[in-house]
C-alpha cells in the first residue's frame, strides 16, 4: 500500500493511465479522498474504470468493484443490502460517468433510489462518451462538436439539448442531491462531507473536464470548470427530497463565450453566421438556467467569489473520518 | 416430513433453509411464486434477509452480483427474457468467479412471446461459465437448492438450477424438508476469502488485456472441470444426511444391458421412464439417462455410460437454430473424443410448453433410422391425443 | 479445496506515468514586484508572512536584515513598493509602509534588540564617513557580522538628513534616535563633530582603517541663480533653500514668517517645506515645473517627483500648488521681496534628460510672497575628501548613499549601505561579490489568477484631527488587528503560502504535502500543468522537461 503522503490516503494512488490532466481523475481523486478508504467503492464502465485498473494495476487502495456498464447502482444496491444484512455500516459509494447515470445506467439509478439504498452515487459528468473516443451522450450540451454530433453543413455539433439529470435525480424524493465541480474544492469537500452524513441515496453531479473530449489545454480543466459555473452554464445547487435548498450564487455573471473559447469542441461556433445563432443560443441557455436557480440573486453567503478563495495553509484537507464540523455552510 | 408444496413453494422453502442474506429479484412468468413466497417469508419473519425488488431482471442479477461480493449470500430466480436480460450480468458473475445461485423457471424465449415451458433460456447461457442442474421433480429442485449453495461457494462457481416452468414450479408434489439444523450442518456459513472489505481492500473486475484475459478463462475452465467430482461428492453425502440422492451428474435408469439409451434432461424423464418401463415389459432393451449437469458438461461420464450402447437418442427442449440439438452435439463430440462411434439421434420437441407425452417419446423410440442422410436432427412427431381433454393455459 | 484465481491486480504504482511527461512543474521562488522596487531590497513578502502568524518579532528580525530603520522608513519612505504591488489589480494595494513601521514602534516599545550573527569578530577595521542612513546601514551590516566600525560626522547628532531636514510632523525625532541607538548598540563607534580634513584627515583614515565607506549624503543646496544673485548671497532675508528652512526649523532657530511664501520645487522637500510652512501659520504656494499626480506623462518622466500621499495631505492642509510654471524673476520692492513672476513651463527636461525648463513668453504670472524658498535639490559636499573622493574600490573606499547616483530616496541609501557593506566584506574576505544573488525572476499580477484572493480593504492608520496644531505627527500606527489583517492581505506573490491548490488539485497524487511544504513525484507527474495553472502566487514554473528534451533530441538526430 502506497503511504507517500501523510497528509491523506490517496484512496485513487499514482500510476493510474488517465490522460494528463484528466478532470475526472482528479474530481474522482478528492472524493474518495474525502470519503476515505473505509467504504466500498463500484465502479461503472467507464474511462475511470479502464485507467484505474489497467493491465492487472489497480490505483484503489480501498475495495473496489466493477461489474458492468449499466448496473453499478445496482450492484451497490446489493452490497449495501448485503451488508445491512451482516450488520456493517461501511459506506457504499458508486462512481460512473455521464453515459453510466444519464443513459444506460439511469434505470438502475432509479431503481436504487426509489428502493432507498443508503449508497452515494456520484456522477463525474464529462458530457460526452470519452472512454470510446467522445461520442455524445444526453450529457453533452448543445452544439457540442462530439464524433457522432460532428458540425457539417446540415451541422451545428449536437442538436439536442443537455439532459436535466440533476432534476431527474430529485424528482424521486431524493434525500440529498448536488451539482459540483473541481474548481470549487471546498464547495466540493463541503457537499461529499454533507452527503456522508445523511442516510439513504444520495447523489452528487461533478463537472469533471476532459481535456481530450473538450479539447482544452490539459492545464485549463480546473479553469473551464470554474467557467462553466461562473457563465451559468452549469449552476451549483442543493436539492434536499426535491427542494432546491441552496445554490452557489455567482459573485459576477461571465459570457459564456469566455467558456467556449479555450474549448476546441466548441470551435465550429465562431466566425460563421450559424455558429453564432448558436453561440446566441447557449447564453440563452446560461440566462435562462441563471433566471431558473436565481444564480444571481440568490440570499446565500456562498458565492464563487468565495468559494474560490485560498487561504495561508490550506483550503481544508482530507480527513480519515468524517469531520462533522460545518465549516462551510452553503445555504447559511 | 412430507408436504404437499407447489415447485416454486418447495424451492423458496429450501432456499429459506439455506440462510440466504439477499433476496433479489423482478417478477417473471413462471418464476413468480418462488420469489412471491420468499417475499412473504421475510415479511412474516420467518426469512431474516433483505428482500430487494428490482426494477429489472439486470438490476436483480447485479443486486446479487454486489451482495455475493460484499460477502453476502444471495439469490435470484428468472426464466426466459428476464434470463436473457441477465445474460451480461451473468458473464460477469461467472468471470468475477462469484458463487450466485439462482433458479431458471424454464421458459421459451420470444418472439412469439410464450410463458410455457422449453430449456431454449437457460440453453442460451451454458457459455456464461455457470454450473447448470437440470432437476426433474419438486423435491430434487429443493435439494439441489441445497447443494447448489454448496457446490458455488467450494467452488467459487456460480451455480444455476434449471426447473422446468409449470411442469414443476405451478406443480404440487409431496416434498420432504429437511431440517433447518440438518441444512446447516449440511451447509455451513457463507464465508468468501474475496469479499469486497475496507480491512482488505482488493479491486474485484478491472480491466484485463490480451497477455493474461486468456489466463482468467482458462482458471474457469479449471474450476469447471473440477466442479465435476464436488458435484458428485456433494449428493453423495447429501444422500448420506438426508436419504436422498440425485444422481449427481447423470442419472441412470435401467441402463444394464440397454442397447437403446435415451437421453434427455429435466422433467420429461419422468414419461421417459415411463416409456422405458412399458418397452422393457415388450422385451426392448431400452434405458434412460438423464443429464443433471449440463455445465460442467461430463463427458467423461457420458461416455463411460454410453460405451455399450447401440442406439442413443438424445431428446432435449431447446434448438440451437441453425445447428439443431445442443446436447446432442456436445454428446456426439464427447462419445466421438472416447473413441465411440454409435451414432446419436437427435430429437427437439417439447417447445413452448407442447407436451412430450409419452406416446410421443415412444413415437420416437419407433421411428428408427428414419432419418435423412445428413440430417443431423429431427423435431418430436406431434403429440396425437383427441380422447384427452385440451389442457387450459396457466398463464 | 481453496478455489483461487491465479491472478490478482497488484498496485498502479508500479507503473511511472512520469514517462509521458514532457514539460515538468518546479516550484520556485520569484522575487515580487515589491521587493523588486524597493530600494532597500527588504523582503517584504517574508516579513509579512511572519506578521499573518503575529510572530512580530520574527517579522521584524526579518525586515531589519536589510532595514535596521523600520519605524523612520515606515513614516517617511515614499513607498515604490506599494506602487508596485500586485495587490492594486485586485483591490489597493497592501499597506507595507504602516506595517514597516507598526513593527518598527513595536520593537521601539518592546525593547528588542539586534542580534550580531554568530561567527568570528573579525580584526580588519572599517571607518564609514557620515552617519546618515547610508552609513548607519552599512555599520549595521558589518557590525553585526563581528567588524569593528567608525563613523565619522561632521554634525552633533547623527541620522545626517533624517535628522536635518525631515519635519517632526511626519518623523518624531525620538524615532529616529532609539533606531540609530538600537544599531549603534552593536558596538559602533560614532564620532561626531569629525569633519575630514579637519577633526581627521583622509590619510589617517586611509593608514587606520582597512576600508572606507564615503556616506556623505548631499548637505549643499543645489545653486539657483535669479537676479544674477548666486544662493551663496547670504545677506538676503528673502531667499533661502528648502534645506536651510529645514535645518533652522529642526534646530529651532527663528525665522523670518511673511504672510505669504513661494515654495520653488516638485520634489518632497518642497512639499516638507510647504507643510511646515502651514504649521507656523503662514499663507504656501508651490511653484513645481512638472506636472501633477494622474495628469502626468509618466512615459516623458514629467510627473512631479514628490509623493502623492505627500501632495495629498499638503493639499488637504491647505497648501497652494502650481504646476507646470517656471520662475521668471524674483519680484523685489527693495531689499524686500514682493513675489515672483512665474511663467508657463513648456518642456521639463532638454533631450539629454537634464533638468532645463523652458519658458514660454507672454504667460507671465505673479504670485505674491514674502520669502522664496527654493528646493531644488541638493549636492554632495566634498570639501576635505577630495582625493578620497577620486579612490576606488580596489583601493579600499567605497562611495555610497545620495552622495552618488540619482534617485534621493531614504530607502536607497540604506540599500547602497548594504550593498557597500556585502562589497566591504567580499573583498575583505578576498571573496567575489555578487550583489543580490537571491534576487529571482519577477513576477508580475498576470502570472497569477487573482480570483482566488478574497477581496479585502486596505487598513489605514489613523490621521490626527488637529493636524496644523503644531508639529505633532499625523499619521497614526495601525491598530493592532489591523495590522495582523493587513499582512494577510499580501498575495505571497511568487512564494508559496501553502494553500494547497497544487496538492488538491494534481489528478495524478503526483503533488504530496509534508509538514515543510509539497514535493512533487516526478514518477508520475504527467506535466499536465494544472498545478502551475491553478496556484494562485505563480510559485509554480512549467520547464521543459529533461528527460524529454534528451528523448526529442534523439529522436530528430537518430531517424
Known amino acids: 500500500m502506497d503511504k507517500r503522503d501523510t497528509f491523506r490516503h490517496n484512496v485513487l494512488t499514482s500510476g493510474h493511465r488517465a490522460c494528463s490532466g484528466c478532470g475526472e481523475a482528479m474530481a474522482a481523486r478528492m472524493v474518495t479522498d474525502l470519503i476515505g478508504p473505509d467504504a466500498i467503492y463500484i465502479n461503472a464502465t467507464g474511462c475511470l474504470q479502464v485507467f484505474t485498473t489497467h493491465n492487472q494495476q489497480s490505483a484503489w487502495q480501498a475495495p473496489w468493484i466493477h461489474s458492468v456498464f449499466a448496473n453499478a447502482a445496482a450492484v451497490a444496491s446489493g452490497v449495501e443490502a448485503a451488508l445491512r444484512a451482516k450488520g456493517k455500516d461501511t459506506p457504499v459509494v458508486v ?114 473536464p476532459c481535456p481530450l473530449g473538450w479539447a482544452h489545454d490539459s492545464a485549463l480543466s480546473v479553469t473551464v470548470s470554474r467557467l462553466a459555473v461562473e457563465t451559468g452554464l452549469f449552476p451549483l445547487v442543493e436539492l434536499e427530497h426535491g427542494e432546491l435548498i441552496g445554490v452557489m450564487r455567482l459573485a459576477e455573471q461571465k459570457p459564456v ?66 469531520p462533522a464540523s460545518e465549516e462551510v455552510k452553503n445555504d447559511a | ?77 428468472t426464466a426466459s427474457q428476464g434470463l436473457l436480460l441477465m445474460t451480461e450480468v451473468l458473464y460477469n458473475i461467472a468471470g468475477l468467479r462469484l458463487p450466485v445461485v439462482m433458479v431458471c423457471a424454464n421458459r421459451a424465449v420470444g418472439a412469439p412471446i410464450n410463458i410455457f415451458s422449453d430449456h431454449q433460456d437457460s440453453m442460451a447461457l451454458r457459455d456464461s461459465g455457470w454450473i447448470q442442474l437440470y432437476v426433474e421433480s419438486n423435491q430434487e429442485a429443493a435439494d439441489s437448492m441445497i447443494q447448489a449453495y454448496r457446490i458455488a461457494e467450494a467452488c467459487e462457481l456460480p451455480v ?176 466421438h473424443q472416447a473413441g465411440i462411434m454409435t451414432p446419436v439421434e437427435s430429437v427437439i420437441g417439447g417447445l413452448g410448453g407442447r407436451d412430450l ?35 387450459e393455459d396457466c398463464s | 479445496m481453496m478455489p483461487k484465481l491465479d491472478i490478482e491486480p497488484g498496485s498502479s504504482n508500479a507503473y511511472h506515468t512520469g514517462d509521458w511527461r514532457t514539460r515538468q512543474p518546479v516550484y520556485r521562488n520569484k522575487w515580487p514586484p515589491c521587493s523588486q522596487t524597493c530600494p532597500a531590497s527588504e523582503d517584504i513578502q517574508a516579513w509579512l508572512a511572519l506578521a499573518t502568524e503575529r510572530q512580530w518579532q520574527a517579522a521584524w528580525r526579518k525586515l531589519t536584515e536589510r532595514n535596521p530603520f523600520p519605524a523612520t522608513m515606515g513614516r517617511i519612505c515614499y513607498h515604490a513598493c506599494e506602487s508596485a504591488c500586485n495587490r492594486k489589480h485586485l483591490d489597493s494595494a497592501v499597506n507595507i509602509h504602516a506595517m514597516e513601521r507598526y513593527l518598527g514602534d ?54 545626517g538628513t533624517l535628522n536635518s531636514a525631515i519635519p517632526d510632523y511626519r518623523l518624531p525625532k525620538s524615532v529616529l534616535a532609539k533606531e540609530i541607538d538600537a544599531i549603534l548598540a552593536l558596538g559602533i563607534e560614532l564620532r561626531l563633530n ?53 535645518h533652522r526649523l ?180 578576498g571573496e567575489p561579490f555578487v550583489f543580490d544573488a537571491h534576487k529571482k525572476a519577477q513576477i508580475t499580477f498576470r502570472q497569477m489568477p487573482l480570483h482566488y484572493y478574497p477581496k479585502q480593504p486596505r487598513h489605514e492608520g489613523e490621521i490626527s484631527e488637529q493636524r496644523l496644531d503644531g508639529f505633532k505627527e499625523v499619521v497614526k500606527g495601525l491598530a493592532d488587528d489591523d495590522a495582523a489583517r493587513e499582512a494577510k492581505r499580501c498575495l505571497s506573490c511568487g512564494v508559496c503560502f501553502r494553500c494547497d491548490n497544487c496538492w488538491h488539485f494534481c489528478p495524478d497524487a503526483a503533488v504530496i504535502k509534508t509538514t515543510a511544504g509539497y514535493e512533487i513525484d516526478y514518477d508520475y507527474c504527467k506535466g499536465c500543468g494544472i498545478c502551475a495553472q491553478e496556484c494562485p502566487c505563480g510559485h509554480i514554473d512549467m520547464d521543459l522537461d529533461p528527460a524529454s528534451a534528451r528523448t526529442y533530441s534523439a529522436q530528430v538526430l537518430d531517424p
Not at chain 2, 230 to 237: G, K, L, R, T
Not at chain 2, 364 to 376: K, L, N
Open chain 2, 1 to 77: 416430513m412430507k408436504k404437499l408444496l407447489e415447485g416454486s413453494q418447495a424451492v423458496a422453502e429450501a432456499v429459506s433453509l439455506c440462510r440466504p442474506q439477499v433476496v433479489a429479484a423482478y417478477p417473471i412468468t413462471p418464476q413468480t411464486h418462488i420469489i412471491e413466497r420468499l417475499a412473504q417469508q421475510v415479511a412474516n419473519g420467518e426469512l431474516e434477509a433483505e428482500f430487494i425488488n428490482a426494477e429489472s431482471e439486470f438490476g436483480a442479477a447485479s443486486i446479487v452480483l454486489g451482495a455475493v461480493a460484499a460477502g453476502a449470500r444471495a439469490f435470484t430466480a
Open chain 2, 160 to 335: 444455476m438450477v434449471c426447473m422446468d416452468g409449470f411442469f414443476l414450479t405451478h406443480t404440487f408434489e409431496p416434498v420432504d424438508l429437511p431440517i433447518q439444523a440438518a441444512v446447516d450442518d449440511f451447509l455451513p456459513p457463507f464465508h468468501f476469502a474475496r469479499a469486497l472489505d475496507p480491512s482488505r481492500p482488493m479491486t474485484l473486475g478491472g480491466a484485463s488485456e490480451a497477455d493474461n484475459y486468456q489466463e482468467y478463462r482458462s482458471a474457469q475452465q479449471a474450476a469447471m472441470e473440477d466442479a465435476q467430482p464436488v458435484i458428485e461428492a456433494f449428493d453423495a453425502e447429501f444422500d448420506d444426511q438426508f436419504g436422498r440422492a440425485h444422481g449427481g451428474l447423470l442419472q441412470a435408469y435401467r441402463l444394464d444391458e440397454a442397447q437403446t439409451v435415451l437421453l434427455g434432461m429435466g422433467s420429461l424423464m419422468g414419461a421417459v421412464r415411463d416409456v422405458v418401463d412399458k418397452l422393457r415389459d415388450q422385451g426392448q432393451a431400452v434405458g434412460a439417462l438423464r443429464l443433471r449437469c449440463f455445465r460442467p458438461f461430463p463427458a467423461q461420464a457420458l461416455a463411460q455410460y454410453l460405451s455399450g450402447a447401440q442406439r442413443i437418442i438424445v431428446l432435449e427442449k431447446a434448438i440451437s437454430i441453425g445447428a439443431g440439438g445442443i446436447v446432442a452435439a456436445e454428446l456426439r463430440a464427447a462419445l
Open chain 1, 95 to 208: 462512481q460512473a460517468g455521464d453515459g453510466g447515470t444519464f443513459d444506460i445506467g439511469l434505470q438502475c439509478l432509479s431503481g436504487m433510489i426509489e428502493r432507498g439504498h443508503d449508497v452515494l452515487f456520484v456522477c463525474y459528468d464529462n458530457e460526452a462518451y470519452m472512454n470510446t473516443g467522445v461520442q455524445r451522450s444526453s450529457s453533452t450540451p448543445h452544439a457540442v462538436r462530439t464524433t457522432t454530433s460532428p458540425p457539417g453543413r446540415l451541422s451545428q455539433g449536437k442538436h439536442h439539448l443537455k439532459k436535466d439529470v440533476i432534476s431527474i435525480i430529485a424528482a424521486h424524493h431524493m434525500p440529498y442531491a448536488a451539482t459540483a465541480t473541481i474548481a470549487y474544492f471546498p464547495d466540493l469537500k463541503a457537499k461529499v462531507e454533507k452527503a456522508m452524513r445523511i442516510q439513504g441515496p444520495r447523489f452528487l453531479q461533478i463537472l469533471s
Open chain 2, 357 to 391: 407425452t409419452p406416446e410421443v417419446i415412444e413415437a420416437v423410440f419407433q421411428e428408427t433410422t428414419q432419418d435423412e442422410a445428413g440430417a443431423t436432427f429431427r423435431f418430436a412427431p406431434d403429440h396425437v391425443t383427441p380422447d384427452e381433454p385440451v389442457r
Open chain 3, 194 to 246: 569629525s569633519r575630514v580634513g579637519k577633526e581627521i584627515s583622509e590619510d589617517d583614515l586611509r593608514d587606520e582603517f582597512d576600508a572606507v565607506f564615503l556616506a556623505i549624503g548631499t548637505q549643499q543646496p543645489r545653486p539657483y541663480q535669479y537676479d544674477n544673485r548666486p544662493n551663496g548671497d547670504k545677506s538676503s532675508h528673502s531667499v533661502m533653500s528648502g534645506l536651510e528652512f529645514l
Open chain 3, 250 to 429: 529642526n534646530r529651532g532657530e527663528p525665522m523670518p514668517l511673511p504672510k505669504h511664501i513661494a515654495v520653488v520645487g516638485g520634489g518632497n522637500t518642497a512639499i516638507d517645506v510647504a507643510r511646515c510652512i502651514r504649521r507656523l501659520g503662514a499663507e504656501v504656494t508651490v511653484i513645481c515645473a512638472q506636472d501633477s499626480h494622474g495628469n502626468h506623462h509618466r512615459e516623458l518622466g514629467t510627473e512631479m517627483p514628490a509623493s502623492l500621499q505627500e501632495v495629498i495631505e499638503a493639499e488637504t492642509e491647505g497648501v497652494q500648488l502650481i504646476y507646470r510654471a517656471g520662475v521668471r524673476r524674483l519680484v523685489r520692492s527693495g531689499e524686500h521681496l514682493s513675489g515672483i513672476e512665474i511663467a508657463h513651463v513648456d518642456q521639463v527636461y532638454d533631450r539629454h534628460g537634464n533638468f532645463n525648463p523652458v519658458l514660454f513668453d507672454g504667460t507671465e504670472e505673479f504670485v505674491p510672497a514674502g520669502l522664496a524658498i527654493f528646493a531644488i535639490g541638493q549636492e554632495a559636499d566634498w570639501q576635505g575628501l577630495e582625493r578620497l573622493s577620486q579612490a576606488t574600490e580596489s583601493d579600499g573606499v567605497w562611495l555610497g548613499g545620495d552622495a552618488v547616483g540619482k534617485s534621493k530616496l531614504a530607502a536607497t541609501a540604506v540599500g547602497s549601505g548594504y550593498q557597500a557593506a556585502m562589497s566591504i566584506m567580499a573583498r575583505l574576505k
Open chain 3, 106 to 159: 513595536m520593537a521601539i516599545l518592546r525593547g528588542w534588540d539586534h542580534k550580531s550573527s554568530r561567527g568570528t569578530p573579525q580584526a580588519q577595521r572599517v571607518a564609514i564617513v557620515g552617519a546618515g542612513p547610508a552609513g548607519l546601514s552599512c555599520a549595521f551590516q558589518l557590525a553585526r557580522r563581528g567588524y569593528p566600525v567608525t563613523i565619522f560626522d561632521a554634525q552633533a547628532a547623527p541620522g
Open chain 1, 257 to 322: 463565450e469566455e467558456y467556449l473559447r479555450p474549448q476546441g469542441r466548441f470551435k465550429h461556433l465562431f466566425g460563421t453566421k450559424t455558429g453564432a445563432v448558436e453561440l446566441r443560443h447557449l447564453q440563452a441557455l446560461a440566462d435562462a438556467r441563471i433566471r431558473r436557480y436565481g444564480l444571481l440573486d440568490a440570499d446565500t453567503q456562498w458565492d464563487t467569489a468565495r468559494a474560490m478563495q485560498s487561504a495561508r495553509h490550506g483550503r481544508g484537507g482530507y480527513a480519515s473520518s468524517m
